[in-house]
Structures are given as structure tokens and as C-alpha cells.
């Protein structure tokens, strides 16, 4: 079953939350509900609509923001960013007229793997206010409806009699454009969630080349251009391997 593990500061999981443990108070009280004659068709296609919501995989994004975490801190000053303050040689060792540009270009470098970093941490912010987003969504759908459902259960009884049949008949119609209204404002806002992740996404190229981190070398949207940099080597290549 997909489900959010819920973790401490230290990473430690001290709890789950699950699509489907939120809706299945929807999904058992769904079946009682069909008994009211405006709900026999409704029922049913409610209950599609918490399915298709509970295929939301949190497993899956968990991982993904898990992955894109863990690639910013590889990628930045942890590891590839501690190693490649390693790379250049001391002044005494190099002292060459071509060590200034070399020094440039791993300036340059060294830019542009902390602003790809940082959209590696912006998209796993991203995705984890969607998941968030998402599941208080569902968590809203959930107790908007349990009432509603309450209401058109209690109602079946009133079938029975002739009087208060079209009592029974308007909780129910009630009952379902309320849910209707409902699961169309909630699909709407998962819709825009989404659709502010691929927005996410796609803006990334803000980090990468045109980022306002890069002061000293390039103005803020202009590409620093690193892979143009030439190098005029002082010594034969053997002299630096």
C-alpha cells in the first residue's frame, strides 16, 4: 500500500500516512449509501473517483525526493564540491601565466555545480509541497463527504414511507450535487498542483548558466559560457598529469 513515512529532523520515521487509509472511510460508508434510490448510479462513480485519487503512488515520490536530496548534496559541497576544492595545485607548484585561467574556468565550474545543486534541492521541495498539497486534498475531499454520506444513509429509512419518500429523494439529490461540487473543487486543485510541478520543472533552467550566482563574470541571465574557455598551456600536457 503507497503511504507517506513521516520522519523526524534526524531522518528517523516515527510514523505513515496512506491514500487509502484516509479515504476508506468514504469507501465503507459508500455501499450503505447506494441504498438511497438517487444514489444507486452516484455511488458508484464516487467510489471511482477515491480509486483513481488512490493511485497516487507516495511510495514513488518519496523516492524520487529522497533521490533528488540526495543528488544535491553529492553533487554540492559535501562531496563533488569538497573534491573539487582538492584539484588545483598550490601557487608554489603552478606559477605558470596559463594557472589564472585554469583557476577561472574551476571558478566557473564550481558555480555551476552549486546552482545545479540547488535545482536538484528545488525540485525536491517541489515534490514534496505537491505530495503535501495532495494529501491534504484528499484529507479535505475525505471530511467534506463523510457528513454528506452520513446524511444520505440516514435518509434511506425515510423511503419506506410514502411521505417522507421525496424527503429521502431530495437528501439525495442534495447529497450528490454537494459531492459532485465537491470532487470537482478538490480535482481542480490537484490539477494545479501538478501542473505548478511541471512548471517547477520546466523552470529550472534558471539555476543552470543563467543563474544571479555567478557574480565577478557574467551578468544575471547572461551564459558564463564555461565550455568556451580557452586555456593557453605554458607546459606540453605531460607536465600536468
Known amino acids: ?12 520515521v516515527t510514523g505513515t500516512h496512506t491514500v487509502a487509509a484516509a479515504t476508506a472511510p468514504v469507501r465503507g460508508l459508500l455501499p450503505a449509501a447506494r441504498a438511497n434510490w438517487m444514489w444507486l448510479v452516484f455511488a458508484g462513480a464516487l467510489g471511482a473517483a477515491i480509486a483513481y485519487l ?3 503512488d507516495n511510495d514513488e515520490v518519496n523516492k524520487s525526493i529522497k533521490e533528488w536530496g540526495d543528488a544535491a548534496r553529492l553533487l554540492g559541497g559535501d562531496q563533488f564540491g569538497a573534491a573539487l576544492e582538492q584539484v588545483p595545485p598550490s601557487d608554489t607548484e603552478w606559477d605558470f601565466d596559463d594557472r589564472d585561467a585554469f583557476d577561472l574556468f574551476l571558478r566557473k565550474l564550481g558555480a555551476e555545480i552549486n546552482s545545479l545543486a540547488e535545482a536538484f ?6 515534490l ?5 498539497a495532495f494529501n491534504d486534498a484528499v484529507n479535505a475531499l475525505v471530511d467534506a463527504l463523510i457528513p454528506i454520506l452520513i446524511a444520505v444513509i440516514a435518509s434511506v429509512a425515510l423511503q419506506a414511507f410514502p411521505p417522507t419518500a421525496p424527503i429521502a429523494e431530495a437528501i439525495g439529490v442534495a447529497g450528490m450535487v454537494a459531492s459532485a461540487a465537491i470532487l ?3 480535482f481542480g486543485d490537484i490539477s494545479a498542483v501538478f501542473s505548478a510541478v511541471m512548471a517547477g520543472f520546466q523552470g529550472n533552467d534558471r539555476f543552470a548558466f543563467v543563474s544571479d550566482s555567478r557574480p565577478g563574470w557574467a551578468a544575471t541571465g547572461q551564459d558564463p559560457d564555461i565550455k568556451d574557455i580557452k586555456i593557453d598551456w605554458v ?6 598529469q
Open 184 to 186: 470537482a473543487l478538490v
Open 1 to 12: 500500500m503507497s503511504e507517506i513515512l513521516i520522519a523526524n529532523a534526524a531522518g528517523t
Open 235 to 240: 607546459q606540453d600536457s605531460k607536465f600536468y
Open 54 to 56: 488512490e493511485t497516487f
Open 128 to 132: 514534496t509541497s505537491a505530495r503535501d
Open 121 to 126: 534541492n528545488a525540485n525536491k521541495d517541489t
